[in-house]
């Protein structure tokens, strides 16, 4: 297991070992154990040039996935999930809004840029958004132990 994680914001400490245990945790779950994948912490600038890059949005987002199992290269490394892009500033700014801990959204965020790397999609329709949030809900629930 290769799990990649890289912090380019300076204004938050990140706990990296937690991060990496509760990643390790998730793939563990879903039968994956060798799986590789990276996360990238940046910033809202950062985040609002890569969601303008790749999905035509011109504004920041909370995270962003790149999966490696899909497009035309797919089958040549199967073990390379792919990548998971966080904003901290957007995460800090959703947690003092929902009123949880800082640590609780960047679980919420890996789980779900996990999710969409293993092939769920919320924007597909109602019934997709209501299987991934439980799915979501579960899994938060699993690392948070």
């Known amino acids: 297991m290769t799990i990649r994680i890289k912090n380019n914001q300076r204004k938050k400490r990140l706990a990296l070992p937690r991060l990496r245990k509760q990643l390790a945790t998730l793939l563990q779950s879903f039968g994956i154990p060798e799986a590789e994948l990276s996360i990238l912490f940046t910033g809202d600038r950062a985040m609002r040039s890569l969601n303008l890059r790749y999905r035509g949005i011109d504004r920041t987002t909370d995270v962003l996935s790149f999966p490696q199992r899909e497009g035309q290269f797919s089958d040549l490394r199967p073990d390379i999930l792919g990548d998971i892009v966080i904003s901290l ?47 979501e809900v579960r899994l938060c629930q699993r690392i948070a132990r």
């Open 89 to 135: 500033p957007t995460a800090v700014r959703q947690a003092r809004e929902r009123n949880h801990s800082l640590g609780s959204e960047i679980e919420r965020l890996l789980v779900h840029g996990l999710l969409h790397l293993l092939g769920y999609d919320h924007e597909r329709g109602p019934a997709d958004a209501r299987r991934m949030r439980r799915k």
